[in-house]
């Protein structure tokens, strides 16, 4: 049974919100990725994303009633993982859709544990959820040419919480407002 399904258009009916579960970074953690994201782009160029979009997403499900948000709700209730420390420590690009992103060259297990109950109990539920091999990462460039890979300053994150997020598409770009939070133990 699949419940959501994703465009790339974005949500128009107002009944319908475009969702993802995210890791949303705190002030000085965003502070110290769009930092990153300024040296990046010195090396690989293309769009910088705006510093209050930077995320991580952990779960995406796209276009979705808006009466699902109790139901969604309660799968994230079932989570249950230890705050922890992510160190993003290495710069990636992607070819296919030329982003270029932060990442961790060790995920810890705490994350793992997060990403992977969060999609098992979305799929339980019915959610049609990426079943592609996960790669953490923040998005830091968009339309971006890459090139060798820079050593980069790692940014300590401390994970104490996840969120759901709205996506929306207005005329300067992408707008995400986090509308529910959980705390990590
Ligand atoms: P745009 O689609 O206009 O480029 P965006 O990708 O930033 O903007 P969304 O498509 O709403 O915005 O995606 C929200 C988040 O979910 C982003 O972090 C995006 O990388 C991620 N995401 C989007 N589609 C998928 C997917 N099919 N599987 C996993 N993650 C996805
Ligand atoms: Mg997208």
Known sequence: MTKASSTESGAADP????LFFALWPDET????????GKWLHQHWGGRRMRA????????????????????????ADTVRTDAFELVLDQAG????????????SQTPPPYVE??????????????????????????????SVGGAVPECEPVHWPI???????????????????IRRWPLA
Do not use: K
Not at 15 to 18: A, E, G, S
Not at 52 to 75: K, M, N, R, V, W
């Open 93 to 104: 690009y992607w070819r296919h859709n030329r982003i270029g992103w932060l990442g961790a």
């Open 114 to 143: 997060l990403v992977g109950a969060l999609n098992a109990a979305l799929r339980e539920a019915g959610y049609c959820v990426d079943a592609r091999p996960h790669v953490p990462h923040v998005t830091l460039l968009r339309n």
């Open 52 to 75: 209050e979009t930077l995320h991580i997403t952990l779960a995406f499900l796209g276009s979705t009633p808006a009466d699902q948000l109790d139901a969604l709700t309660a799968c």
């Open 15 to 18: 009944d319908t919100l475009r």
């Open 29 to 36: 953690t965003r502070h110290a990725l769009d930092r990153t």
């Open 160 to 178: 104490r919480d996840f969120v759901l997020v709205v996506s929306r598409r207005e005329s300067d770009g992408m707008h995400y407002d986090v």
